[in-house]
């Protein structure tokens, strides 16, 4: 991921934001009490839809494709040491096609008694 892929994606995120509080701002001139009632309903759909699909978006905007044990045996016996060491289930692993070396981890699993 470039510095303008970054960029473009903080971008996209102003717009949707400032979009949301346009939105709020006029539901509350149209429609009063209610308006705002109404897109604060939206508000929580929007957010629900983008944590529950964030890993998915993610996945999907940087190109990243599933591979196979047989594709990458060394990358998956990595994985499966570190997932039984925390003793959490082994992730589904995707590469991104691009030179740059980068990594990025996505998904809800909690680990929070690894951090202590």
Known sequence: MTLRDILDTVRRVEVRTNRLVNDMMVGAYLGGRNGMTIALA???????????????IALKSSGAQPVTREQLPRLYAVMERLAAKANIPVPKLYVVPEQAPNAFATGRIRITRLLR
Request: proline share 0%.
């Open 42 to 56: 939206v508000a929580v759909c929007t957010n629900a839809f983008a944590y529950f699909f964030s890993d998915k």
